[in-house]
């Protein structure tokens, strides 16, 4: 069986930190971590952005963390983010 490499990428941001992660999974199922980068978040309150600039440059850093530990450079990444004001509803609809 041919070795295939998967990378898998996230980013969590909250109120206290902004953590990014490049992570190869496996044959095997498990995860082996490649690269992780954190810094302290700015820019939210209570999981709500109140300024998107220092958002941003809390994201970014942490995203250039993590590329440089791993090597990687980050395409795509699964996210994170949570607050009282995060909702979802499940619809159907057809046309």
């Known amino acids: 069986m041919r070795n295939k490499k998967v990378i898998f990428s996230a980013i969590d941001v909250g109120t206290t930190k902004v953590a990014a992660i490049v ?3 496996s ?5 082996q971590v ?6 302290p ?3 939210l309150r209570k999981g709500i952005v109140t300024n998107i600039d220092e958002a941003k440059e809390a994201v970014r850093e942490a995203v250039s963390k993590a590329e440089q530990a791993s090597g990687i450079p980050m395409e795509s990444a699964y996210v994170g983010i ?4 995060i909702s979802s509803m499940n619809t159907r609809s057809a046309i």
């Open 23 to 25: 992570a190869n999974l």
């Open 41 to 43: 978040s700015m820019g």
């Open 82 to 85: 949570t607050g009282n004001h």
């Open 34 to 39: 490649l690269g992780v980068g954190v810094v």
């Open 27 to 31: 044959e095997s199922q498990s995860f």
